[in-house]
């Protein structure tokens, strides 16, 4: 029995499709793949600047500072030295940036962010339980502005942040009184 030189081109054909269809989702599970592997090394950058701030609070270089940080002070003009006053407000407003890098790229970084950036607080109608990792960071953002200077901050400069963040903290109401 002799096969037509049209069933081996169709034969050719098909096996090459099946090949392309093959080495086509190969492809995308790479780029998936690759995609993950960024999404977190991103991730543990995050955590990486918060250990970083840890260890600036600890170290011996900063024990003033630190102590004042461990201090109940509800306004800046309770610190009297000027100077001491100054490293404060920059340590918080480092950490101001950091938590508006951070809400700016967890959305690109978690599948799970709401599309309003509302933060999800353990044990509100917001935490369903579906996304453990958005409702850490929303709690990490919420005791960190329980703080009235971090707040404080944050209100004078509010123009340098994305309203969706200044909204997102607000809403939380950690900066109230």
């Not at 790479?30 to 600890?58: I, M, P």
């Not at 003009?77 to 000027?82: S, V």
């Not at 407003?93 to 951070?102: A, E, I, T």
């Not at 969706?164 to 809403?171: E, L, N, P, Y």
Request: proline share 3%; hydrophobic share 40%.
């Amino acid at each position: 029995m002799e096969i037509s030189g049209a069933v081996v081109v169709a034969l050719a054909t098909l096996i090459t499709v099946i090949f392309l269809y093959w080495q086509t989702d190969a492809t995308r599970q790479q780029t998936k793949e690759a995609a993950n592997q960024v999404a977190a090394a991103r991730l543990d950058g995050l955590y990486q600047q918060l250990l970083h701030w840890d260890e600036f609070r600890s170290s011996n270089d900063n024990k003033r500072l630190n102590w004042l940080m461990g201090q109940k002070i509800d306004n800046f003009d309770d610190i009297k030295d000027p100077q001491e006053r100054e490293q404060y407000y920059s340590a918080l407003v480092w950490f101001l940036d950091y938590f508006s890098y951070m809400y700016s790229t967890l959305p690109g970084l978690l599948k799970c962010v709401p599309d309003n950036g509302q933060l999800a607080l353990r044990g509100s109608r917001e935490d369903s339980g579906k996304c453990e990792s958005w409702v850490a960071w929303s709690q990490t953002i919420y005791v960190a502005f329980k703080d009235p200077l971090l707040c404080q901050v944050l209100n004078d400069d509010e123009e340098l942040y994305e309203k969706k963040f200044v909204r997102a903290v607000r809403d939380t109401r950690a900066c109230l009184p």
